[in-house]
């Protein structure tokens, strides 16, 4: 059997899942470098980000993210009750599937025109040309992505993680190559990069693997009866288009409203300030939810609202700190990552600012992660969607004032307010449907928090402002020193004062450190 077919563990799983998504991002954080690296924050950089914002509408409205959360377990229940029919179920899905993406996709790529105004309205007449170029360009990726996504379904039920492990590496390593190969065309290497990745990454390499696995049968089929049941589940998360996924959408669309290099500005900013949120916050949502699901269905819902109280806890414990720091160390950190080649100090400068403005709110994206997966856990789909969707219609005119009146800046706040009032409304919600026992001490303990990471920062700023003279002229190695040097000391103040203040909080995490945890906690 070749390793990309041998079923794994739960354990297994968990590590392959997370070395992928670790890798993934740092090879992200690689290809945003080549890309500023070779085009800084100008209009090419600008048009690569908005050729995007359709693609990324198109697979959000046909719920593209969630094909886990609504196809596997309907997956699961018809091949376990008979191979043929779940084989069956399976092709009417890929069936309509496929043409519901080929259609839009087509519709999408001879109106390109049109909607590169939508995607930047504010970009001149000969951008806006060249983006619907790349827009023709990229469209077609999504076909992969969403077909790939049904072929990757099966593969996770048939406990076969290695290839879905490997497509978003082989996705970023041949945008990354495209872009160097054909630089001198300009960014169009990248998009044509996006296309091959996509295709070979995200729908060949799954559909090689999946037709490994036993009986493996695709027809094509436009009836099945449980289409009824995996459309009313889907449903919601594709009509309801939260202001969670749609964000970075906005953020490009009002950037480009926001003066040249906006877009780019924003696009590493937000690239830095979801670091913390996926290492943390998403790793929360993902291991919480199999065991509130089955908290739900054992109908335990004590012990449901005290394991999400936990991972709330959790959540904020981490990221709360985190951030603070991170404002600390905006600066040198944006020089390390992206300061070089054509991305000078004043672009620094500038996403250095605007990665300020957005960390306050990285523990409300944790927050709204770790909820969310409490109304899915309690099959409930369509909450998540109808307040995302209202706050979404609320946070439009919100951008465009701000980006009005600030520019790049406003569309940064107008970003991390949307956030924050998202992240207020599921609360609220949450409280007035199921009462206060999921947030039990959360609040106390949340200022808690604040106020010993505030301690902690002011030796730690003390450090980042006040560079020692022997580096001026390196400022990587400078950089790289503030960002170390600094990081020590609020780690070590945070954790002596959280020790004394907070320590029922900070002991899940002290005790993971082995025998040098234990004897911080005593």
């Known amino acids: 059997m070749a390793f990309w077919n041998r079923q794994q563990q739960m354990g297994w ?18 290809r945003d470098k080549t890309i500023s690296y070779l085009f800084g924050a100008g209009k090419e950089s600008d048009l690569y980000f908005a050729a995007f914002v359709i693609p990324d509408f198109i697979n959000y409205l046909l719920a593209g993210a969630y094909f886990s959360i609504t196809l596997i377990p309907l997956l699961a229940a018809y091949f376990d009750q008979d191979e043929e029919e779940g084989w069956r179920f399976f092709s009417a899905v890929f069936t309509w599937v496929a ?3 080929i259609l839009l996709t087509t519709i999408a790529m001879v109106a390109a025109p049109q909607l590169a105004h939508i995607a930047a309205p504010g970009l001149e007449e000969q951008a806006l040309a060249r983006l619907a170029f790349f827009l ?4 077609p990726a999504q076909i992969c992505f969403l077909l790939g996504s049904c072929l990757s379904a099966i593969l996770y039920l048939k406990k076969q993680f290695t290839v879905p492990a490997l497509t978003p590496l082989i ?23 996006v296309l091959a990745g996509a295709f070979i990454g995200n729908l060949l390499l799954p559909y090689i693997a999946a037709r490994q696995c036993e009986r493996f049968k695709i027809h094509f089929r436009l009836y099945h009866p449980g289409l009824k049941k995996f459309v009313l589940l889907a449903l919601p998360l594709m009509l309801g288009q939260s202001i969670v996924v749609l964000d970075e959408q906005l953020v490009r669309v009002f950037g480009s409203l926001a003066g040249v290099g906006a877009i780019s500005w924003l696009s590493y900013a937000r690239r830095i300030m979801l670091v913390p949120v996926g290492v943390v916050a998403q790793a929360a949502g993902v291991a919480s939810f199999p065991f509130l699901a089955e908290l739900f269905a054992k109908k335990d819902y004590a012990q449901f609202y005290k394991t999400l109280n936990t991972a709330l806890r959790g959540v904020i414990t981490l990221l709360i700190p985190l ?13 390390l990552i992206f300061q070089q080649g054509h991305f000078g100090p004043a672009d620094t400068r500038q996403t250095a600012l605007l990665l300020q403005i957005l960390l306050p709110v990285v523990f409300c994206w944790g927050v709204q992660q770790v909820l969310g997966r409490g109304f899915y856990a309690r099959q409930d789909t369509l909450t998540p969607a109808i307040l995302g969707t209202l706050v979404l219609f609320v946070s439009i005119p919100l951008f465009h004032f701000m980006t009005q009146q600030f520019e790049a800046v406003g569309v940064a706040a107008a970003s991390a307010a949307s956030i924050a009032l998202y992240t207020s409304a599921l609360t609220f919600w949450w409280r007035h449907r199921f009462g206060r026992a999921t947030f039990a001490q959360l609040g106390t303990d949340s200022l808690k928090v604040i106020a010993i990471s505030l301690v902690a920062c002011a030796p730690a700023a003390l450090i980042a402002n006040f560079p020692p003279p022997v580096w001026n002229g390196h400022p990587y190695v400078q950089a790289f020193y503030l960002i170390a ?18 320590s029922s909080m900070i002991e899940p995490f002290i005790r993971r450190l082995g025998p040098l945890g234990c004897r911080l906690m005593k």
């Open 13 to 30: 799983a968990a590590l392959i899942m997370g070395a992928s998504i670790l890798i993934s991002r740092f090879m992200g954080l690689i």
């Open 99 to 101: 043409l519901i993406i």
């Open 136 to 139: 023709r360009i990229i469209l």
């Open 171 to 193: 996705y970023n390593l041949l945008i990354i190559t495209g872009g160097i190969l054909l630089r001198h065309r300009g960014i169009v290497g990248f998009c044509w990069g």
């Open 323 to 335: 951030s603070l720091w991170m404002m600390i160390v905006a600066k040198p950190t944006i020089t």
């Open 485 to 502: 040097a600094s990081g020590f000391v609020f780690a070590a103040a945070f954790l002596f004062l959280a020790t004394y203040f907070i």
